[in-house]
């Protein structure tokens, strides 16, 4: 269901503001590609057999579910696969809806019956039913949320130039214990690589994984840490912000492309002042576009942002005003919605902020983000 006001189906709507998403797909040789064709036929009699098998265990283990957390027996959830396409997986549930205190904090949500699901993968048996439609394979990345569309460098969203899996490279070498940027490093390595003997490894190597039951949490106890965005890119290494909010993003050839400060004026809201460096002169947009997005990144993982805004008078110059645009910042009073329903903040000590953007995760309800562009054909699809 639409939220209210959310963009409809074929009608002019103001657009949602939100990062623009950065595409880089990896090509693939032809052999690759014809491997994967021929791939898709086995995952499809494989995934059969694995739903035929599996069948009286889903079954005692609906039961358990029932008995443990209630109804829906299954947990269903948009998540991205191969070129970007959204799909439906499906899960066995393994959380309350709400903790027994009545919070939503995941690690008290998750039941006992649940952990156990979760430390055997056997809450993954009913996403074999995604295998056999051709919304995943056996192997591959696996599928994200859609919350981080907008968030990857154009390297890492080059994991979706294959179809997600239901285990992959990164699974088996550390699954959620490892640091965002190296599981989707290792995720792009596998799309290099993907062939017939890779995958037979993995496929070897996931009965060991499972067995172990090694990295199916974070430290948090929860099964995945929010993942922040890109804290660097092939292109781009971000300095800072230091105990005094200075920061600076340069290239490869240590040329500062923007530096600036931030400040952190409230509980998730940062204040910035952002100017174009000496390398900015020569920087095509798409750098500049993938320095602010190191930078939202950053903003999350330290200071666990929701908002930025460029400091009241803040006059960026054309280049840097449209990069700015493109990555969801708009002027407060813009004709445009933020997927959220908390209000952007109005003023800050030194007046009314020039530009304000949304760093957080779009809430339930709210299509995703899109560039920014008003009064505009918007579609979800």
Same mark, same amino acid.
């Given at each position: 269901?639409?939220? %209210?006001?959310? !963009?409809?189906?074929?009608?002019?709507?103001?657009?949602?503001?939100?990062?623009?998403?950065?595409?880089? !797909?990896?090509? #693939?040789?032809?052999?690759?590609?014809?491997?994967?064709?021929?791939?898709?036929?086995?995952?499809? *009699?494989?995934?059969?057999?694995?739903?035929?098998?599996?069948?009286?265990?889903?079954?005692?283990?609906?039961?358990?579910?029932?008995?443990?957390?209630?109804? @829906? *027996?299954?947990?269903? /959830?948009?998540?991205?696969?191969?070129?970007?396409?959204?799909?439906? $997986?499906?899960?066995?549930?393994?959380?309350?809806?709400?903790?027994?205190?009545?919070?939503?904090? +995941?690690?008290?949500?998750?039941?006992?019956?649940?952990? =156990? $699901?979760?430390?055997?993968?056997? +809450?993954?048996?009913?996403?074999?039913?995604?295998?056999?439609?051709?919304?995943?394979?056996?192997?591959?990345?696996?599928?994200?949320?859609? +919350?981080?569309?907008?968030?990857?460098?154009?390297? /890492?969203?080059?994991?979706?130039?294959?179809?997600?899996?239901? &285990?992959?490279?990164?699974?088996?070498?550390?699954?959620?214990?490892?640091?965002?940027?190296?599981?989707?490093?290792?995720? /792009?390595?596998? *799309?290099?690589?993907?062939? #017939?003997? =890779?995958?037979?490894?993995?496929?070897?190597?996931?009965?060991?994984?499972?067995?172990?039951?090694?990295?199916?949490?974070?430290?948090?106890?929860?099964?995945?840490?929010?993942? !922040?965005?890109?804290?660097? &890119?092939?292109?781009?290494?971000?300095?800072?912000? +230091?105990?005094?909010?200075?920061? &600076?993003?340069?290239?490869?050839?240590?040329?500062?492309?923007?530096?600036?400060?931030?400040?952190?004026?409230? @509980?998730? =809201?940062? /204040?910035?002042?952002?100017?174009?460096?000496?390398?900015?002169?020569?920087?095509?947009?798409?750098?500049?576009?993938?320095? #602010?997005?190191? =930078?939202?990144?950053?903003?999350?993982?330290?200071?666990?942002?929701?908002?930025?805004?460029?400091? %009241?008078?803040?006059? %960026?110059?054309?280049? $840097?005003?449209?990069?700015?645009?493109?990555?969801?910042?708009?002027?407060?009073?813009? @004709?445009?919605?933020? @997927?959220?329903?908390?209000?952007? %903040?109005?003023?800050? !000590?030194?007046?009314?902020?020039?530009?304000?953007?949304?760093?957080?995760?779009?809430?339930?309800?709210?299509?995703?983000?899109?560039?920014?562009?008003?009064?505009?054909?918007?579609?979800?699809?």
């Amino acid at each position: 269901m639409t939220a %209210p006001g959310a !963009p409809g189906r074929g009608r002019r709507a103001r657009a949602i503001v939100g990062p623009i998403q950065h595409l880089s !797909p990896i090509r #693939l040789s032809p052999a690759q590609r014809g491997y994967l064709r021929r791939r898709r036929r086995a995952d499809a *009699v494989l995934g059969g057999i694995g739903l035929a098998v599996s069948a009286l265990p889903m079954l005692a283990i609906s039961v358990g579910v029932l008995a443990t957390m209630g109804r @829906p *027996v299954l947990f269903t /959830q948009e998540r991205m696969t191969q070129d970007g396409r959204i799909f439906h $997986l499906r899960k066995f549930r393994s959380m309350r809806h709400v903790a027994p205190d009545g919070s939503d904090d +995941d690690a008290a949500r998750l039941v006992p019956f649940g952990r =156990l $699901l979760r430390e055997t993968s056997l +809450d993954e048996l009913p996403s074999l039913w995604n295998v056999v439609r051709g919304d995943m394979s056996l192997v591959g990345p696996r599928p994200l949320t859609t +919350d981080y569309f907008g968030r990857y460098s154009a390297e /890492q969203f080059a994991r979706h130039t294959v179809p997600a899996g239901l &285990t992959g490279y990164a699974q088996v070498h550390g699954r959620n214990s490892l640091a965002w940027d190296d599981r989707l490093t290792m995720d /792009q390595e596998y *799309v290099r690589r993907v062939g #017939l003997v =890779l995958d037979l490894r993995i496929l070897a190597a996931t009965l060991g994984a499972v067995l172990r039951r090694h990295g199916v949490t974070d430290e948090g106890g929860v099964s995945m840490a929010d993942f !922040p965005g890109p804290q660097s &890119t092939t292109d781009l290494e971000l300095e800072g912000p +230091d105990v005094e909010g200075a920061w &600076t993003c340069r290239d490869r050839d240590d040329r500062s492309i923007l530096e600036g400060t931030a400040t952190l004026l409230e @509980p998730g =809201l940062v /204040q910035l002042r952002i100017r174009p460096g000496a390398g900015a002169v020569s920087a095509e947009a798409q750098l500049l576009d993938e320095a #602010l997005l190191l =930078l939202a990144s950053r903003l999350r993982a330290v200071h666990r942002a929701e908002w930025a805004c460029l400091a %009241p008078g803040e006059e %960026p110059p054309p280049a $840097l005003a449209a990069s700015l645009a493109r990555s969801g910042y708009a002027a407060p009073g813009a @004709p445009v919605r933020y @997927p959220t329903a908390d209000l952007p %903040p109005v003023a800050v !000590p030194d007046g009314a902020p020039a530009l304000i953007a949304f760093l957080g995760l779009p809430e339930e309800g709210f299509a995703r983000p899109y560039p920014l562009s008003t009064d505009s054909e918007v579609s979800p699809e």
